[in-house]
């Protein structure tokens, strides 16, 4: 194998292998009260950032995505005031003003940086673990100067590559708007890009909206 065609094989094994570790929101674990039977129709979102813009982001898109499950999704960006904690009285009003039967609030309660390693090799060249050190003599290549240079191409190292990544964990609570009974609740991870924030956001809710309509939520 040439040099270009290992190296371009290496870099599409490591970006097969990042991308993914970084791509993708997963859900750890969710519980729904199983008193609840009934669906929500009308739901207050409340995504708790102190980033304003992703806030916004995250609500307008939560109610984008509910509307396909014929769901309506209020954003509290329009009623709650930026960057600030809102009084759960003002909260409840705002939900009875705009008819909301449950509330949805979102926060990140982790983040943790992982490590992804590929280890170093030699292309073209392997003893393998069993097979002891043979003593050393010049393979019949290197007897002439250009099928040595040609060969060489072919016998390269490649050292390890380490790429750091960030993983936020989230969790999602819905709560019943009359009672404040919490009815459902799950915790995802995610990557933390903050250069691709609008597809973690995009790919984060549809996991949310996938798994409530499963667990017969909406």
Request: net charge neutral; aromatic share 12%.
């Amino acid at each position: 194998m040439r040099l270009t065609s290992f190296r371009w094989v290496t870099s599409l094994v490591l970006f097969f292998m990042v991308g993914c570790s970084l791509s993708g929101t997963y859900v750890i674990g969710s519980w729904k009260d199983p008193a609840w039977s009934s669906r929500v129709k009308t739901v207050y979102v409340v995504g708790m950032s102190k980033h304003d813009l992703y806030r916004r982001l995250f609500e307008d898109e939560f109610s984008l995505r509910l509307k396909d499950y014929g769901v309506a999704g209020l954003p509290s960006y329009r009623d709650l005031p930026a960057g600030q904690e809102a009084n759960k009285d003002v909260i409840s009003q705002k939900m009875a003003a705009n008819g909301a039967d449950s509330v949805l609030i979102t926060r990140m309660i982790d983040k943790r940086k992982e490590e992804l390693v590929t280890p170093g090799r030699v292309s073209g060249y392997d003893r393998g673990p069993y097979y002891p050190r043979k003593p050393y003599a010049p393979d019949p290549y290197y007897r002439n100067w250009n099928t040595y240079y040609d060969r060489s191409f072919d016998m390269v190292y490649e050292p390890p590559r380490k790429v750091t990544y960030e993983v936020a964990t989230i969790e999602s609570n819905l709560y019943d708007a009359k009672s404040g009974a919490l009815i459902w609740s799950a915790q995802l991870e995610t990557p933390s890009d903050e250069a691709n924030i609008k597809e973690v956001i995009t790919d984060f809710v549809e996991t949310v909206t996938k798994k409530l309509s499963e667990d017969g939520v909406l």
